[in-house]
């Protein structure tokens, strides 16, 4: 989970916020079932109309809020209710409750815990909490009591260390590692080899789990 600034929130959503919530629950409470959510589109800084979803993507950065695996890798992006829809249908349309979700952490459903980790809230880093392992799971290293039953109930609830997350990072982590420096050979100047480095080397932003790539940096 890597630490996020929440924008602000897209005014389409404020507005219509009251209306669609209200439409929510009468929906509700008519066929005793929980309804999908109709987002209305929303505009970015730039004005350009486009879904929930996307205007989320732009600001991760296209990755999960949760695990932080880039959504290129896990399906369809979605938005996550923190508090379900179903329990808390008042917070259905309420933006500081709403995160980008990659299709593994939705599996989380309904399950919920107010005590849970959010990416987007004060003083939250990752390694205040949690540490990635080579091998591709992760562990609570948080020294404080509260913090570390809050990062075990987030790894828990949001199943952090299934098997299929597991291999998905072992992967990227093999990927995506910044080569060992070699020694430039002869004929090869520096600028060449800046180039040579840069096309070897993704991003930050564009690394799967970032969390583990700065810790590798930090290192
Ligand atoms: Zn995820």
Known sequence: M???????EPAELRTQRAALTR???????????????????????????MTLQKL????TGRHCNYCDNLMDYTGPKTI??????SRFPCLVYVWSNL???????????TRYNKKALRPDELGYSFSRYFRYHR??????????KTDQERAEITLRLLDLNDDEMVKDRRRAFMQ?????????????????????????????????????????QES
């Open 23 to 49: 439409a929510f629950v009468k929906k509700r409470r008519a066929t005793g079932k929980t309804p999908r959510c109709k987002w209305p589109k929303v505009r970015n800084a730039t004005g350009e109309l």
């Open 56 to 59: 989320l993507a732009e600001h």
């Open 99 to 109: 995160y980008l979700c990659c299709t593994y952490c939705q599996r989380k459903g």
């Open 2 to 8: 890597h630490p996020w600034n929440r924008p602000q």
């Open 135 to 144: 091998d591709g799971t992760m562990s609570v290293v948080a020294n404080d």
């Open 176 to 216: 995506h590692q910044v080569p060992r420096r070699r020694p430039l050979r002869a004929g090869l100047d520096s600028y060449t080899a800046s180039l040579r480095d840069a096309v070897q080397r993704p991003s930050f932003e564009d690394k799967p789990f970032r969390d583990f790539f700065s810790q590798e």
């Open 80 to 85: 996550d209710h923190f508090l379900p829809k």
